[in-house]
């Protein structure tokens, strides 16, 4: 009598009970507004890449590519946005090795400028692995026969939401708008200071620092400076509005 067990080990698959019950679950939670983000590995190198049904095909930024150490190929394909002209590709990085969670494959990229984003995937990326947004369960569902799993995204918020109390991110095609509009603007850059460190800054940053040497002090004072008997004021015609332009 032969064995009822298999001869040898058959593909993974997903235990349907399993699955509704953790979609169940899952569901219960309060959806989140935002973009969803999955954190992949992109030839190597940890980033976050943003699923985008939208998007027909999957686009990679082309401040990265060194980054990335991709490898590209001359291409002739165009891409198109919403109220834009269609503008040649960069160039198209091949075969690129992928792992999403427990998924591994590999996938194609086209090199854009990208203003706000660094790696797309689009409907090319989810048709050819079967996989399945799902936003409601904050996760990415990849149904093919050979490595069906389930991938947790990473929902950044979006700063139009309406949530109140959460780091706003402005682009820079915002901040573009707003510096064409005459709109007050401030630039602040962290900077770690180490002992016996020394630390490079951009040459623009440099020229700036050097013009404003006597604004700031070496070193900044501890505390905050006591208060004033008197606190200064300048006194305004009666009746009169007090101006409202900026100092600078």
């Given at each position: 009598?032969g064995?009822?067990?298999p001869d040898?080990?058959?593909?993974?698959?997903?235990?349907?009970?399993?699955?509704l019950?953790?979609i169940?679950?899952?569901?219960?939670?309060?959806?989140?507004?935002g973009?969803?983000?999955?954190?992949?590995?992109?030839?190597?190198?940890?980033?976050?890449?943003?699923?985008?049904?939208?998007?027909?095909?999957?686009?990679?930024?082309?401040?990265?590519?060194?980054?990335l150490?991709?490898?590209?190929?001359?291409?002739?394909?165009?891409?198109?946005?919403?109220?834009?002209?269609?503008?040649?590709?960069?160039?198209?990085a091949?075969?690129?090795?992928?792992q999403?969670?427990?998924?591994?494959?590999q996938?194609?990229?086209?090199?854009?400028p990208?203003?706000?984003?660094?790696v797309?995937f689009?409907?090319?990326?989810?048709?050819?692995?079967?996989?399945?947004?799902?936003?409601?369960?904050?996760?990415?569902?990849?149904?093919?026969?050979?490595?069906?799993?389930?991938?947790?995204?990473?929902m950044?918020?979006?700063?139009?939401?309406?949530?109140?109390?959460?780091?706003?991110?402005?682009?820079?095609?915002?901040?573009?708008?707003?510096l064409?509009?005459?709109?007050?603007?401030?630039?602040?850059?962290?900077?770690?200071?180490?002992?016996?460190?020394?630390?490079?800054?951009?040459d623009?940053?440099?020229?700036?620092?050097?013009?404003?040497?006597?604004?700031?002090?070496?070193?900044?004072?501890?505390?905050?400076?006591?208060?004033?008997?008197?606190?200064?004021?300048?006194?305004?015609?009666?009746?009169?509005?007090?101006?409202?332009?900026?100092?600078?």
């Amino acid at each position: 009598m032969g064995s009822s067990e298999p001869d040898g080990e058959g593909p993974t698959r997903v235990n349907p009970i399993q699955l509704l019950s953790i979609i169940h679950e899952v569901a219960q939670s309060k959806p989140f507004p935002g973009l969803l983000y999955v954190k992949v590995v992109l030839n190597s190198a940890e980033i976050f890449a943003m699923i985008d049904t939208g998007a027909s095909h999957n686009f990679v930024n082309e401040r990265i590519v060194g980054k990335l150490g991709l490898k590209v190929e001359k291409d002739t394909s165009k891409t198109k946005a919403v109220n834009a002209d269609a503008r040649p590709v960069q160039g198209v990085a091949r075969d690129v090795p992928l792992q999403v969670g427990a998924w591994k494959g590999q996938l194609n990229l086209m090199i854009v400028p990208l203003d706000d984003f660094d790696v797309i995937f689009g409907i090319d990326f989810l048709t050819r692995n079967k996989a399945v947004p799902m936003p409601h369960l904050k996760g990415l569902m990849f149904m093919g026969e050979n490595q069906p799993c389930f991938v947790s995204e990473n929902m950044m918020e979006d700063h139009n939401c309406g949530n109140k109390g959460k780091n706003a991110m402005l682009s820079a095609m915002q901040i573009s708008d707003g510096l064409r509009k005459g709109e007050t603007t401030y630039i602040a850059a962290l900077v770690e200071l180490k002992p016996d460190v020394v630390v490079e800054v951009v040459d623009e940053v440099a020229d700036l620092l050097k013009e404003f040497a006597d604004v700031m002090p070496r070193e900044l004072p501890r505390i905050l400076p006591p208060h004033r008997a008197i606190d200064h004021k300048i006194n305004i015609v009666p009746g009169s509005n007090p101006p409202i332009q900026a100092p600078y």
